[in-house]
């Protein structure tokens, strides 16, 4: 949950001051040092970007660090003087609920920097991630400026946007109107604790009764990357999340496996605390043996994510595996029967990362898999492999990723 002592005014404040007094250079490292990728931020200009930043980090309770850092980098300016003391009314108010970060008609109250009142404007801009229409306000320019400035020629833009994206986003693309009332997150959740009590989590993204879900970690220690991704992905779906459409809630758990000892590569990294691969121990075709468990969801990691994918109306599940060469994409199946729904989501997510697509025809019943059990339960599912351990292969699967949840999106 965001931290409620942070009021629209200061965040307002702070956005500005990050478009109006750094430059693109300035403010990409600075989002660097924080640890975000710039070019995942919202916006192709500055203040868009701005105001992205300060909401992912707002959302996180990490604006503390954006003080810091924003001192270290530019001492120049008067950071303690943007901070606005809270009103009873601001306990109410989401600072980035649409109109929200609109003061036409109040003063900034920040010293010394003295920045002017925003220019009048609100409704939603076009949408970066999917091509719907979002609800967004950006970061508002000073109304002094010249008429041939970058702000005012993106508010004709964004106005004409904003008719042409609020029909076709609400009507053509998801059969509805109105206004989103479900909590749409971000949300943090706890599932539960391993062996060795470390917490699985899980952060939801949407409101949507479809859910998609996104497993990281199983093999944590074996290939970081599965874990890497995952928390790339939480971070885009954070930036991003005016952008889900209204059917859908996507669900990443970040690392399953958090117990899994750090062995680059070795099949030693594949195992939990108790020697037992998460991996062979699900309910679809188990078999006894030294890695699988003493029985179907014997352990923490999996009986966990049995509880939580059972209590959900899962679409499509994506576990993120090992490594193979030139990666690739393996559909889940549950017994001697090809899963359609699976087989399709791994030609399709092949084809979009060029990954090699597995079929059916070609592969073996694994035991205890827990891919296969997601299909046994009537989820499409398919298992990920990565070109390297290390390397999440971001621009490759962001791809993917997108195409993916605008499909389902769309049904």
């Known amino acids: 949950m965001a931290d409620e002592s942070w009021n629209r005014k200061s965040l307002r404040n702070i956005g500005v001051a990050l478009a109006n007094r750094f430059n693109d250079e300035e403010l990409r490292n600075l989002a660097s040092d924080l640890g975000i990728d710039y070019d995942d931020l919202v916006g192709d200009i500055q203040d868009t970007k701005a105001r992205s930043l300060v909401k992912f980090l707002y959302r996180r309770n990490r ?4 003080l810091e850092e924003g001192k270290a980098s530019r001492p120049d300016i008067e950071w303690d003087g943007l901070i606005v003391p809270s009103t009873p009314e601001d306990a109410n108010i989401d600072p980035f609920e649409p109109g929200a970060f609109d003061f036409a008609d109040e003063p900034i109250e920040v010293s010394p920097i003295n920045l002017p009142d925003p220019v009048e404007a609100s409704g939603p801009t076009p949408n970066i991630l999917l091509g719907h229409s979002i609800d967004a306000d950006p970061i508002l320019p000073p109304p002094d400026l010249p008429a041939t400035s970058i702000w005012q020629q993106t508010s004709v833009q964004v106005a004409v946007g904003t008719l042409i994206l609020a029909i076709v986003g609400a009507f053509a693309i998801f059969g509805i109107g109105g206004n989103r009332t479900v ?11 391993t062996a060795n009590g470390n917490l699985i989590e899980a952060n939801r993204y949407g409101g949507g009764e479809d859910v998609i879900v996104f497993i990281g970690g199983v093999h944590s220690g074996k290939s970081p990357a599965t874990v890497a991704i995952s928390q790339r992905l939480d971070q885009y779906m954070g930036n991003n999340l005016e952008n889900m459409p209204n059917n859908l809630t996507v669900y990443i758990i970040e690392d399953l496996n958090p117990d899994s000892p750090d062995d680059l590569g070795q099949r030693s990294g594949r195992l939990n605390s108790r020697g037992v691969d998460p991996n062979r121990n699900a309910g679809c075709n188990w078999s006894a043996g030294n890695t699988h468990g003493s029985a179907p969801f014997s352990e923490e990691e999996t009986s966990i994510l049995q509880a939580f994918i059972k209590d959900k109306n899962i679409v499509a599940a994506i576990i993120w595996g090992a490594r193979e060469t030139n990666g690739a994409v ?3 199946f549950c017994g001697a029967v090809k899963h359609t729904p699976s087989q399709s989501l791994a030609q399709f997510y092949a084809s979009e990362t060029g990954y090699s697509g597995k079929r059916f025809e070609e592969l073996d019943q694994g035991t205890g898999e827990l891919g296969d059990w997601l299909a046994s339960e009537g989820i499409a599912a398919i298992t990920v492999l990565f070109r390297d351990h290390s390397d999440p292969d971001w621009s490759r699967n962001k791809l993917a990723l ?4 605008d499909e389902f999106g769309e049904r």
């Open 330 to 332: 393996y559909p889940a």
């Open 183 to 193: 909590d749409v997150g971000p949300e943090a959740l706890i599932l539960g604790k």
């Open 402 to 405: 997108d195409k993916m949840v």
């Open 63 to 66: 604006m503390e660090e954006l």
